[in-house]
């Protein structure tokens, strides 16, 4: 009996604690120079990316720590970043408020993509299909570019009015963008783009997040018509009565990960300023305040890491970054005396995976977007052939029935 009290008081210990935020760290370039202002998380592998008001930065363990990529380093020094993107073949990607940089040395150096327009303000980068797509604007122009050769040449995405376009979202085949009126949508790589429904306003308008929740698409208006959804796959979109019909609400940042919606609001539906960010569990029916462990400050930028197991969010104020579990309650456990092998690893034309376990496990290989490639399932040992797969940095996760025994990258080629 003593045994069992023990063990109930430690589970309600791990309920209370997991879903408060917590202090992280700081995004530190030189001579102790901290970043002010966070302009977006991105999540690509086992990273997690901000860029700053003092440049790229990079965290390998959830926020723990984060290297400076790009504050001392030439041509990139100091340069205000606004956004990023690993593609398959492992190079970086930056934008800047002037030019778009690229690493072929995973940030260790960078060089600019002169074949790029000069003297635009980059949003988002992001890549789909054989296509890196680059979003861009201000306040009175923009629009998207992309490249179909590794950045070699650019060309202008038609279909799209002249104003200002921002974050991509990624959803199969399918490439979505918030901007100017709403959210547009691309069935071609990024190339071409129409609106992909009504119910946007269509005199003030602008939409920096998009994403998916289940069938739900859910999109931020920065301008004061709170948060728009959409259950018909973008065909019509309604402002969300939960937050959208106080007068003046502004949506900065929407994130999503496991069904769970965090958005950063500000106007009318913070009153005081004491919330800024708040959750919905329910397909944003409801929302309930998501501020335990922060101080009252100004939080409108939010991220996530890959696996959806944590939330990130920075305090323009104080300069420090904030993380919390994405759950209240117990993390999965990995499975006892189970050992797992994946080699080689680089890996070029064969990838061999093997196990203890005694009972069927699977293998599976995700890019740095998080899409499924590959999947396997296999008792003790599986050879897989790879050879469909481009030269690149990939994720892989073996699971058994119920936890996940291994994960990690896989590099593919030399």
């Known amino acids: 009996m003593k045994t069992k009290l023990t063990l109930l008081l430690v589970i309600i210990s791990v309920n209370i604690t997991f879903a408060q935020w917590v202090q992280v760290g700081y995004m530190v370039g030189g001579a102790a120079d901290t970043a002010t202002s966070c302009h977006s998380f991105k999540h690509f592998g086992g990273d997690v990316y901000c860029g700053t008001n003092k440049g790229l930065y990079r965290t390998s363990d959830d926020g723990t720590t984060w290297q400076s990529l790009t504050y001392s380093s030439s041509v990139v020094t100091a340069l205000n970043v606004n956004a990023v993107a690993v593609v398959t073949n492992g190079d970086v990607y930056t934008g800047t408020n002037y030019r778009l940089y690229k690493s072929v040395n995973n940030g260790a150096s960078w060089a600019w993509v002169s074949t790029f327009p000069d003297s635009v303000i980059i949003n988002d980068i992001i890549q789909i299909g ?17 490249s179909a050769n ?32 709403g959210v547009y949508s691309s069935a071609d790589n990024g190339q071409t783009w129409m609106l992909p429904g009504t119910g946007f306003s269509a005199t003030s308008c602008s939409i920096f997040d998009v994403v998916k929740s289940g069938n739900a698409f859910f999109a931020g208006d920065v301008t004061g018509n709170g948060l728009y959804g959409s259950f018909d796959n973008c065909a019509t979109w309604n402002r969300m009565d939960t937050i959208s019909f106080i007068p003046f609400c502004q949506v900065f940042s929407v994130v999503e990960a496991n069904n769970r919606i965090v958005t950063s609001m500000d106007g009318a539906c913070n009153p005081g300023g004491a919330s800024p960010i708040k959750m919905s569990n329910d397909t944003a029916n409801s929302w309930s305040t998501f501020m335990g462990g922060l101080p009252q400050s100004y939080f409108s930028v939010l991220g996530r890491n890959t696996a959806g197991t944590a939330f990130f969010t920075f305090n323009g104020n104080g300069k420090e970054v904030y993380r919390t579990g994405l759950t209240v309650g117990i993390p999965a456990l990995k499975k006892e005396n189970v050992s797992v092998e994946v080699y080689p690893n680089p890996a070029t034309n064969l990838l061999t995976v093997t196990t203890n376990n005694s009972e069927q496990s699977t293998i599976i290989i995700y890019d740095l977007l998080s899409r499924k490639l590959m999947e396997e399932a296999f008792t003790n040992a599986v050879t897989l052939n790879i050879e469909s797969l481009s030269k690149g940095i990939y994720m892989y996760e073996v699971k058994g029935k119920k936890e996940v025994l291994k994960n990690g990258k896989l590099i593919i080629g030399n």
Do not use: K, Q
Request: aromatic share 16%; charged share 5%.
């Open 150 to 181: 590794n950045g070699t040449s650019w060309n202008a995405a038609t279909g799209l009015p002249n104003h200002r376009m921002m974050h991509f979202l990624a959803d199969g085949s399918m490439l979505y963008v918030g901007g100017y009126l």
């Open 130 to 146: 054989s296509n890196i797509v680059v979003s861009y604007g201000n306040f009175t122009t923009g629009g998207i570019y992309y």
